[in-house]
């Protein structure tokens, strides 16, 4: 797995039904950016919000419509063991092609039990697994040591940096230097640049949603080396960002997300409990910086 | 609801099944102490790490041994607002009193979103409700102010705080004093004498798994205001605790209640995933203080 | 040591100068309190904020005024080992009785480095020691092992807790119990009656500088468990506390109590930098609620 | 200012006295490797620990020797305003070229005290200013907006950060793009060469103590935009930061350093309370990885 793989929002009509429409547009919106792979069921994708009957519908139609034009990473995170196996399998049989999987996040796991836990439930997977380490839900963070050891479990193949530590980062990367073939993906999209540039290989940025290009072309000039280039996609990267800041919550990150959707007509904003969309002032100011950046005219 | 309510350990024999003679040794152990209620599928039940399936069976399997010997609270807490529901309606028909809700422990509401979502929540659900504030686990706090709203909706009938400050627990009792009928529960067991002494109306002490008489005197002694009894069994309270201790990890707290209880022949210590049992270094020193504390000759 | 013991303001006149008719007052309006010593150049006391000159100054003239009329404590908290000392020697020239020693609070110390801190620099004081926990400010909390430990140093003769964690003051107690002469002192107001129910021996509370026979009677009440007046008055401190919360920064608790002072008309307000007294709308709110709890006319 | 400013570490012989001849050979050995400046009494130079005397004497003894080779800056980071002017004046007199501050780390202040406190101070100092966000010491971060508010203030002319938030750090970059002559550096060396790349102007690096020359280097390849020899290099950094991890506490960190230049024979490792210099084990550690990197044969 290289380059650039969105962890796709779920459009929602309400509390229990896809906006079906919606998600067929939203996939070619975001497959047409050029796009290495998409990731369903993340912490962007309001995996954990939605139940278990919404999750499953979720991969299988996603499946359907981007049909292995990309790989499709499905996220399996969950407190409980069985549900998260059970959810593997079904990506499975919808023809996806790994599962991601973070720390379970209610009762907070020592390292030692996180490894044991990864060493009980990868033989159980059909599919192949990208860690995933994400503390500010979790609480956890995967150890440097954590992921070496768990490098060496059979089907985990990956790994997905969220928590923003930038020298931490570098220390994975240089932990997994000797295997090549292990993938090292980056969360925060403003740090994508950077750590293509010191070894990673991709990142699962969310703005990937609402401007997938913008998020390839910075892996391409990242690959190639190409600083100026690097340089002023970073500077659009922070200026496109303020899309995430339109709210007062921790929560505004995924409205901003759905609301700019929404405006640019390609999907509902229906956000799960126990949150809500954009109301007006929110939506207002969305509308203004997505006109600014010209993604409405 | 008044007194003395554990949260109740869930006997498994495995991932996947419940230890039935044990779940029935241990609500007979429990009643047996006097205890004024029981409250299935919390923190200390395990209740996030068990499938769907399990859950359901543990309420249903609990309900018809308990047989309306006392009120059953059930833990509908998810990070799915459909889970919830459909964990409340299953809890109803089992004949269940209550059920208790946290806050969704993945992406964090903030206190807006999460009286919204509890103003949502309330109206779908045929139960009475008991918030529960664990911030330790869910990473939000109910704030005062939240609380006092909250109580305003009508099938809210009481709060569990297990936030472990003192103080914050005096500013919700203060809060609340002028509705009598709403119940303030405390979860540290540490607390529990003072709490009740200061107004408070009762403990979810996961203590009262191994040892309910203990947690039934405090009540008693504390709702009769005897201090010399109080600072007697306060002091047992901590001596009891060591248990709690015996590992190295968040977890070593329900591995202890659940070693403890397998030392005394009263059901199995098996743990979902991603913990296990205490091994042997640990199962020693639970038994010596079991031993120290007369609960094994 | 036993009782009440304020961790007293210090009056400013500006950032160079005590005011030191206020001064006079103030220790006047605290003692005729009946407070059991006084405690100089805490938290309350902005000692970190103060010049060196300031502070020697500050010791003088209070121990002057105070003129043995009850024990007087003496902050020596410091980064600096070397000025910890000097303040320390010259508190004892003053006449003053013990000193209060934090961890040093820029670079955190750990268990064992602040264990070997205690035991260099006991042996240089001429005065008895108390130890301070204070976690919110010197980001390191002093663990129950480590008092323990640290009570076998010669002239450590107490230990004051502002950690505001009860569950870890029962520790504390307990941990102390064998040495009854140990002066165990709590630190938030509105956790120190149900401290001195359960074993402590006094409270350093910084209400003390505006009413202090409110936290003397409450200490009677608990030393004599009478229950009824101990509720009575629990209640008053969590009306009284109201005081400390009419700004929105950390430093609301301070300008608070040095705001309530001027209004009644005992010193000024002024605050060392980096912060200010507070201006017209919190000291509004601060003498609405000094007419509510009769301490204004 | 630009480029590589080695935040120095203070040479001790005890408590209360320099290491005059260890300060002149670690001077001169810094001063070989090609620094763009020196930085007295911040983090790594134990300020806060020392006593107001030595920190007089090692800025005076500093810049006597330093003579005007390169410019000189002094953390005058001070919990107390007046000893931060005090401090400030004998930098002015021993010839200092500029002044460091961090927020008063006791009390912690919210951030438009942060900036009054900016805007008091500033007009009182002799010399120019640069800001130091430093959350891990002073538990307050400088925040964009307050940087860009104070950045207006007449000799407030650049920021050192060492919050090691690299999102926050294109954050604060963005914010001073258009005014290029206020200077940008970075704490954590492991981020020194991406922080470079993307427009800071040079970093704070403790290594640069022990081996200056790798860092002069990173900052020339950074300028450069020579992509090879950045990456080489910071791998290099991050064998380098080996010698940070070989003890327990936070304090590992200064402790190796100094550990470090006693190894290679240029001065005294004690460190000022509450700590000491490493002993036989983490000392054998050191000095195998100075081995290893050939900075010992």
Redesign the interface.
């Known amino acids: 797995m290289r380059g650039v793989v969105p962890p796709m929002i779920t459009p929602l009509v309400d509390?229990?039904n896809l906006d079906l429409p919606g998600l067929k547009k939203l996939i070619e919106h975001i497959l047409a950016g050029g796009v290495h792979g998409l990731f369903l069921l993340g912490?962007t994708g309001?995996g954990?919000?939605?139940?278990?009957?919404?999750k499953y519908e979720m991969v299988k139609k996603s499946c359907e419509i981007i049909a292995g034009r990309v790989p499709v990473l499905v996220g399996i995170s969950d407190?409980?063991?069985?549900?998260s196996i059970?959810l593997a399998e079904h990506a499975a049989e919808c023809g996806a092609d790994a599962v991601v999987l973070a720390?379970?996040?209610?009762?907070?796991?020592?390292q030692?039990?996180?490894l044991?836990?990864f060493e009980?439930?990868a033989p159980k997977l059909a599919l192949p697994i990208f860690l995933y380490n994400m503390p500010s839900?979790t609480?956890v963070t995967i150890n440097v040591d954590t992921l070496q050891k768990a490098s060496e479990i059979d089907n985990i193949i990956g790994f997905k940096d969220s928590g923003?530590?930038?020298?931490r980062y570098?220390?994975y990367i240089?932990a997994m230097r000797d295997k090549p073939d292990f993938s090292m993906l980056i969360g925060?999209e403003?740090?994508f640049g950077?750590s293509v540039?010191?070894?990673g290989h991709g990142g699962v940025v969310a703005g990937a949603n609402i401007k997938p290009r913008l998020f390839v072309d910075m892996y391409e000039a990242a690959v190639a080396?190409d600083?100026d280039k690097i340089?002023k996609l970073?500077?659009e990267i922070?200026v496109f960002r303020q899309l995430y800041l339109c709210g007062?919550?921790?929560?505004s990150f995924?409205k901003g997300v759905k609301c700019s959707l929404n405006c640019m007509g390609i999907c509902s904003d229906f956000m799960?409990?126990?949150?809500?969309a954009f109301r007006e002032p929110e939506r207002n100011k969305i509308e203004a910086l997505l006109h600014k950046i010209k993604l409405l005219d």
Chains 1, 2, 3, 4 share one sequence.
């Not at 799960?272 to 809500?276: I, L």
């Open positions: 509390e229990y912490t309001e954990p919000s939605l139940s278990n009957k919404l407190t409980s063991f069985a549900e059970s720390p379970p996040y209610y009762f907070p796991a020592g030692a039990e996180l044991e836990y009980h439930l839900m609480k923003g530590n930038m020298i570098h220390e240089n925060p403003e740090l950077e540039l010191f070894g080396g600083l340089k970073h500077q922070f007062q919550y921790t929560s995924i799960a409990e126990p949150f809500h």
